[in-house]
């Protein structure tokens, strides 16, 4: 058989607040209703969900989760992006809801990925598709991307900022070597903020990023860390 359709059914507390958060990322609403049980189904071009409500259901305990394959992950990370600064006034970096930039999954093949946590706690994880992916990415060679291709497996995949943080420390902590990339260096300093924002430490987070922007670069290798420094500077505008 074929033209089989399989749609995510996951938990949430509101499936009002699950409503409202997908039509900022450009979903529209298929079907609601309150009784006998409350869900929602929501829908962007191809992408369908839905959600059922749970009385006294805490987001932060949530194991909901799937899979999205797409070409283009980068073009849908900066329509949701785009929702969330028309909406919120800026991109949902820390609390629930929010949204991790697309990065290299080193337990995805080197596949590139982000993740979109919604109001009910579910993890929404955006994949590119490997049949568009001609080369997988290099494996790390730095040890500072060595370090942020560990880091991002814990905090982005697994959900264990902590033990990020842990890695991407333990990395900054030790004394700088004649061979360590410039560019690596800003997108760890980078990422930390971020994974600052997300456990609710603003004053790491400055620090972080002021380190970032003390970082000498050439022409060269600003513009290999052009995608670092844009992040780092909405990070900053998020900060204010």
Same mark, same amino acid.
């Given at each position: 058989?074929?033209?089989?359709?399989?749609?995510?059914?996951?938990?949430?507390?509101?499936?009002?607040?699950?409503?409202?958060?997908?039509?900022?990322?450009?979903?529209?609403?298929?079907?609601?209703?309150?009784?006998?049980?409350?869900?929602?189904?929501?829908?962007?071009?191809?992408l369908?969900?839905?959600?059922?409500?749970? &009385?006294?259901?805490?987001p932060?305990q949530?194991?909901?989760?799937?899979?999205?394959i797409?070409a283009?992950?980068?073009?849908l990370?900066?329509?949701?992006?785009?929702?969330?600064?028309?909406?919120?006034?800026?991109?949902?970096?820390?609390?629930?809801?929010?949204?991790?930039?697309?990065?290299?999954r080193?337990?995805?093949?080197?596949?590139?990925?982000?993740?979109?946590?919604?109001?009910?706690?579910?993890?929404?994880?955006?994949?590119?598709?490997?049949?568009?992916?001609?080369?997988?990415?290099?494996?790390?060679?730095g040890?500072?991307?060595?370090?942020? &291709?560990?880091?991002?497996?814990?905090?982005?995949?697994?959900?264990?900022?902590?033990?990020?943080v842990?890695?991407?420390?333990?990395?900054?902590?030790?004394?700088?070597?004649?061979?360590?990339d410039?560019?690596?260096?800003?997108?760890?300093l980078v990422?930390?903020?971020?994974?600052?924002?997300?456990?609710?430490?603003?004053?790491?987070?400055?620090?972080?990023?002021?380190?970032?922007?003390?970082?000498?670069?050439?022409?060269?290798?600003?513009?290999?860390?052009?995608?670092?420094?844009?992040?780092?500077a909405e990070l &900053?505008?998020?900060?204010?």
């Amino acid at each position: 058989m074929t033209n089989e359709r399989t749609v995510p059914l996951l938990p949430c507390a509101s499936i009002d607040d699950i409503e409202t958060f997908y039509r900022v990322l450009g979903f529209r609403t298929t079907y609601k209703q309150r009784k006998p049980n409350a869900c929602v189904g929501v829908q962007r071009e191809d992408l369908h969900l839905q959600f059922f409500e749970i &009385a006294g259901f805490d987001p932060q305990q949530s194991y909901g989760s799937c899979l999205v394959i797409t070409a283009d992950i980068e073009g849908l990370h900066r329509a949701f992006a785009a929702g969330m600064r028309a909406a919120y006034g800026k991109v949902l970096v820390s609390g629930t809801p929010r949204m991790t930039r697309p990065r290299a999954r080193k337990n995805a093949d080197g596949l590139g990925g982000f993740s979109v946590i919604d109001p009910g706690g579910n993890w929404i994880r955006v994949f590119r598709d490997p049949a568009t992916a001609p080369m997988p990415a290099a494996t790390p060679a730095g040890r500072l991307a060595k370090a942020l &291709a560990n880091a991002v497996v814990q905090a982005d995949s697994r959900g264990s900022v902590e033990q990020a943080v842990r890695i991407l420390d333990s990395a900054l902590a030790r004394p700088q070597a004649d061979d360590d990339d410039p560019v690596e260096q800003v997108e760890v300093l980078v990422y930390r903020a971020e994974l600052a924002m997300v456990l609710h430490d603003p004053k790491t987070a400055a620090e972080m990023l002021a380190r970032a922007q003390s970082v000498t670069l050439t022409e060269d290798e600003s513009e290999r860390a052009a995608l670092a420094l844009d992040h780092a500077a909405e990070l &900053a505008a998020a900060l204010r």
